[in-house]
């Protein structure tokens, strides 16, 4: 590994890298990493995870696993951020372990598709509740229509349809990444500000929703849920002789909505370069951070299935009756809230997930765009992409960003801007956790700051990761390859790059 994983000299100090400023305090760290990770997710994804594995039981376990390998990871990025505390991140945590090769695929697939596309999905997230509100936001409300692209028949299977143009929705999720964009370049303490207003919010949002579960419990709905607490387990495919594989089959392709509900928690990783004394702050933020949420999530399903059977029926007229499992578009915190609150509830939880959807794209976009900077200041990307504006923020890397996030928002919708992201964020997770053991081998890091549990802990990840991944390729192929290509396309790009004089420092 180079040399530039030492910490350098005073990196508590308010200049940081490369023209940024080192502002950021435990707490701002720590609200950006639960800022990242509350977003549309957790009121949405369990309703499909509901219907994968039939019983209450197998969802909670979905989300227990889910939160057991975040929270992991999320204590052994600390590591690598303490002995790395500069802007990048997870970019160059690849970077140093394993060649700069590895660092470029990561960015390339971050700008590409992973923050992007995420940032895409949660803006219209935004938009979809938003018409809630707004009767006229509507992704069926077209003010440009190009047309339809697909479905494309592949080896791995059939990808599409893909409706291309503008419509009311889309134009309110483009305009919301405008304006965030916009607030980020006004500095880091002022992104940092609108972050922690928004995250404060909308964690008392999320402890609202559990509240409220525990305290209107519907007694129906206990009853019917403890009853079939476990269900029977069944997954389409190729049988299997042992039942224990089934199931561990069925709850590995049943958490690509929990993983995505639970994902970014490392982009505080990415503003490495404007934390006061990141050697401390990072650990400690992404452990908080990441512990919390995961407690609240849980939380959060426990009060769902407090309020609504997990078994209902997609044709079913009344609420109840649809369940979780069938909940309208997926909108399960909105069900839960109608049976608490009646037609009013879809209008509280609207305004809930609203703010929730907004902040957690200010984190987004504020963080992303440190991973390009650091590209662009690693000469493996455009020179320009590393300035930083008056403010000290990198500014082209934030428009950048904006602009590609916001032409994704044209090509599709909530469901299919996540469909190639998971796969991809695992294999970056996996192989950034190999790098634990590469510097934990590397000389002279003795006394720098350790995470318990190593090596088991590193390993159960990587084994729990590795099933999932396998279990993905092998049951969700059109979501998977994809992604796999998109990170291998990367490849010849680098080494054209290079060619072109454009070498890595």
Not at 26 to 44: C, H, Y
């Amino acid at each position: 590994m180079r040399g530039s994983t030492q910490s350098a000299t005073g990196s508590s100090d308010i200049s940081g890298t490369g023209g940024l400023l080192r502002v950021l305090r435990l707490r701002d760290a720590t609200m950006l990493v639960v800022g990242s990770m509350i977003g549309s997710g957790i009121f949405i994804v369990s309703a499909d995870i509901a219907r994968q594995v039939q019983s209450p039981g197998l969802l909670l376990i979905v989300w227990l696993v889910t939160g057991l390998m975040t929270v992991i990871a999320a204590m052994y990025y600390g590591e690598l951020a303490a002995a790395m505390p500069h802007s990048g991140g997870q970019y160059v945590y690849l970077r140093e372990c394993f060649g700069p090769l590895w660092g470029f695929l990561y960015g390339w697939s971050m700008l590409l598709i992973v923050q992007t596309a995420t940032i895409a999905a949660v803006a219209i997230a935004f938009a979809k509740f938003a018409g809630v509100l707004l009767p006229w936001v509507s992704s069926t409300a077209w003010i440009w229509k190009v047309g339809t692209l697909g479905p494309f028949s592949l080896w791995f299977g059939e990808l599409g349809p893909y409706t291309v143009g503008l419509n009311t929705q889309n134009l309110l999720a483009i305009l919301s990444i405008v304006a965030l964009t916009w607030v980020n370049l006004r500095g880091i303490r002022f992104g940092a500000i609108v972050q922690n207003l928004f995250t404060y919010t909308k964690t008392g949002a999320l402890v609202g929703v559990i509240l409220l579960g525990i305290l209107f419990a519907n007694p129906a709905a206990l009853r019917l849920n403890l009853e079939n607490f476990w269900g029977t387990p069944t997954l389409s495919g190729p049988a299997s002789d042992m039942d224990w594989i089934v199931l561990l089959t069925q709850i590995a392709v049943a958490m690509v909505g929990s993983l995505f509900a639970a994902d970014a928690w490392n982009n505080v990783t990415f503003v490495g370069g404007e934390v006061k004394n990141p050697e401390r702050t990072l650990p400690r933020a992404l452990a908080l951070g990441a512990g919390l949420v995961i407690l609240l999530y849980l939380l959060v399903n426990v009060a769902y299935l407090c309020v609504l059977p997990l078994a209902g029926s997609p044709d079913a007229t009344t609420v109840f009756g649809r369940g979780i499992q069938y909940a309208a578009e997926d909108r399960v915190g909105t069900a839960a809230a109608e049976v608490v609150f009646g037609p009013s509830g879809a209008v509280i939880m609207a305004i809930a997930v609203m703010i929730s959807t907004f902040g957690c794209n200010n984190g987004l976009i504020l963080a992303g765009a440190r991973v390009y900077y650091a590209m662009a200041r690693d000469r493996v990307f455009f020179s320009q992409v590393g300035a930083v504006n008056r403010h000290r923020v990198p500014s082209t890397a934030l428009w950048l960003q904006g602009v590609w996030a916001s032409l994704l928002c044209l090509s599709g919708t909530y469901g299919q801007l996540l469909d190639f992201l998971i796969f991809t964020v695992l294999l970056f997770y996996m192989l950034t956790m190999i790098g634990v053991f590469r510097l934990r081998r590397r000389p002279g890091t003795e006394a720098r700051y350790r995470t318990f549990g190593y090596p088991f802990l590193p390993i159960l990840y990587l084994v729990l990761a590795g099933f999932i991944e396998i279990q993905l390729l092998r049951y969700k192929p059109q979501y998977t390859w994809p992604g796999l290509l998109v990170v291998l396309l990367g490849v010849p790009i680098y080494f054209l790059w290079k060619k072109v004089g454009q070498r890595p420092a």
